[in-house]
């Protein structure tokens, strides 16, 4: 016991040489250019913390910082609210029945992004399949503002995500034994008692792992929100594409790349400390 | 417990088929408050799945649960105020010990002293109450076992269910839990259905013990009756070790049946069941009841069944003296001496000895499919 304790601080690195390539990779095309990224934010145009100011204190920007931030925690509750039966599904299905719904959630998840976002677009627009419909139905005389807005972000991007909190939830959920809840009932539980007396509270991890996940994705992402959401709805990654690509302002863009960073970062490490590295104790 | 006690849970002609496999084939019990009885049987013989249906965690094929006389099958599982311990570790791993005790009067809203007055009691019960503030990943298996029968007993029910809870541990602490499991039953009076397929943990706690085999109950009786007087050659190969003859029915009297062994000799047995002469048969003698004399010796007059054995093997384990031997057709007989073992110590292996025994301890059987395969 006590040799390997010793051995295995005299060779910290032990065991490292196979993954020399892929750490070298991720110096070369990460750590180096986001340092390069954060040096630009701090020196262009004028030396100093002036982009981070002008992010921080411009209403403007403030607003966008303000969307993302919502339209990341609209996403994560109701794709939360919407996976979470989904996976408890997947684990008390019978196998063969779950197999069929696994293999849904991972075909719309392996499907390209842009064609699942132009189906939106498609289904959701004033003259798009639902607003007709419903119009045909008699239930809505005008068409429901569906598109360019909160809704049409937060249905797109909702849709993208649930794979990603229904995943790590099957895998906390089915870890749990069964056995455990037939115990609560037994003592006297009510369904509605055994799901937030037991089941939700074991299925914390999960729940952090697929919010955690989705929320940081939502945060930086791009595409949805460019072709579903409008100029009300600007998230973060859409400055930073404005800034960089029509702009050419780099000091500014790298700014608001870095805000993103450093948030993303603080929650990871709010999650590692309040549930561990996904691993249910 | 006395045949006066009122009956308190009464299983009736229960039937549970999973597809095309009957796992529970009829079964009918009663349970009389305050008895503990025990379902026996090897895994697959429907002992749980029965006990499983009266908790209500399975709805049976066919057939009635009833409790004070009232069929529960329509009674969801939270509201049969039933205790249970189950086989698996099921504790509420992220609350402690306390809260976990405390489960079952908190989702029943009592007020709060009640809950910590209630608690504290039944830690005390299971000699647990120094670990109130642990988390359960913090116990041994025997003691969350204890907890787990702690929160089970903690909203007073009047049935406590156990399936094979004592089957993850070690021997020493299952003998430790079990003289606990003893002492509880004594204190509160509670009715328990407990389910094992250890023959030495039904013997050690049960009022009464139900033998089960392919869904069906084939003997139920206090551990002497099984012991004694077993129904059939399962009962009797499941509870404690035996020896089955083969045998041919010779004639049936009021008081025995004689059976005439493979070698021509001719021996009596005991029998409940109505036997043709000249049928197959087995006959069932236990280890103990077997005695061992020289040849030379002269027969005692208690023992009328005699066969010429050859000694195989002996084997000293300190309170008996165990010996196999081998009748002339070539079986091997267990033979259990106990007292004054010392007088054939002498005899050696292949020494020529007669086996003898009294008929009255002897049991025939029907031949049934397998019935000299049992042997725990």
């Known amino acids: ?281 | 417990m006395s045949s006066t006690a009122p009956v308190l849970v009464s299983i009736r002609d229960l039937v549970k088929r999973f597809g095309p496999t009957t796992a529970v084939d009829g079964v009918s019990l009663d349970v009389a408050q305050g008895e503990f009885l025990t379902f026996l049987g090897s895994s697959g013989s429907g002992k749980t799945t029965t006990l499983f249906i009266v908790a209500g965690f399975e709805d049976p094929t066919g057939g009635d649960v009833l409790i004070d006389g009232r069929s529960v099958l329509s009674v969801a599982p939270n509201k049969r105020n039933i205790g249970m311990v189950f086989q698996r570790y099921t504790l509420f791993p992220h609350l402690s010990v306390f809260d976990n005790v405390a489960f079952p009067l908190a989702v029943r809203r009592r007020p709060r002293h009640e809950i910590e007055q209630a608690v504290k009691e039944t830690l005390a019960l299971v000699r647990l109450e120094e670990f109130a503030a642990r988390k359960p990943g913090q116990l041994s298996g025997g003691q969350q076992q204890r907890v787990a029968l702690a929160r089970a007993l903690v909203y007073k029910p009047r049935i406590l269910l156990m399936d094979e809870p004592l089957a993850a541990l070690d021997k020493k602490l299952r003998e430790e839990i079990q003289i606990e499991i003893r002492r509880i039953h004594r204190e509160l009076g509670v009715t328990i259905l407990y389910v094992t397929h250890d023959q030495e943990e039904a013997l050690r706690l049960s009022d009464r013990i139900a033998v089960f085999s392919h869904g069906r109950v084939v003997q139920v009786g206090s551990g002497a009756d099984l012991y004694e007087r077993p129904a059939d050659a399962f009962v009797a190969g499941f509870i404690g070790n035996s020896n089955f003859l083969p045998a041919r029915v010779r004639g049936v009297d009021a008081e025995r049946t004689a059976v005439e062994l493979p070698n021509g000799a001719v021996v009596a047995g005991r029998t409940d069941s109505a036997l043709a002469s000249g049928g197959e048969a087995s006959l069932m003698i236990r280890p103990e009841k077997l005695f061992l004399v020289n040849g030379r010796d002269a027969p005692d007059a208690n023992y009328d069944c005699r066969v010429d054995v050859t000694l195989r093997d002996s084997t000293y384990l300190g309170d008996s003296l165990q010996r196999e031997v081998v009748t002339p057709w070539g079986q091997c007989l267990m033979v259990r001496q106990t007292g004054d073992a010392e007088a054939l110590s002498h005899a050696g292996t292949g020494a020529a000895l007669t086996l003898c025994w009294h008929s009255g301890d002897a049991r025939v059987f029907r031949k049934t499919a397998g019935s000299s395969a049992p042997r725990s």
């Open chain 1, 1 to 281: 016991m006590r040799s390997t304790l010793r051995r295995g601080r005299a060779w910290p690195l032990r065991g490292f040489g196979p993954a020399l390539p892929a750490l070298v990779f991720l110096f070369v095309f990460m750590v180096a250019p986001l340092a390069v990224l954060f040096l630009r934010s701090v020196t262009e145009p004028t030396l100093g913390l002036g982009n981070y100011a002008e992010l921080l204190g411009d209403a403007t920007y403030g607003r966008v910082l303000f969307n993302t931030f919502t339209v990341a925690t609209v996403v994560t509750v109701v794709t939360l609210a919407l996976g979470y039966p989904v996976a408890w599904l997947l684990v008390i299905l019978p196998s063969r029945v779950a197999r069929w719904l696994f293999a849904i959630i991972l075909l719309s998840m392996w499907t390209n992004l842009l064609a699942r976002t132009y189906g939106w677009m498609v289904l959701l627009q004033r003259t798009g399949v639902i607003n007709r419909t419903l119009m045909d139905l008699g239930l809505i005389s005008e068409p429901l503002p569906l598109v360019n807005n909160l809704a049409g972000v937060t249905i797109g991007m909702t849709y993208i995500m649930l794979p990603f909190i229904i995943l790590p939830l099957h895998a906390t959920l089915s870890a749990i034994d069964p056995a455990i809840m037939q115990a609560a009932s037994i003592a006297g539980a009510r369904p509605r008692q055994i799901f937030f007396r037991v089941l939700l509270p074991l299925s914390l991890p999960g729940i952090g792992a697929g919010c955690l996940m989705v929320f940081v994705m939502a945060l930086g992402y791009y595409v949805t929100p460019a072709l579903l959401g409008g100029a009300s709805t600007t998230m973060l990654a859409e400055l930073i594409a404005q800034q960089v690509q029509s702009l050419l302002n780099w000091g500014l863009g790298s700014a608001a790349a870095f805000i993103l960073l450093t948030v993303t970062l603080i929650l990871y490490a709010i999650y590692v400390r309040a549930i561990g590295l996904g691993r249910p104790q």
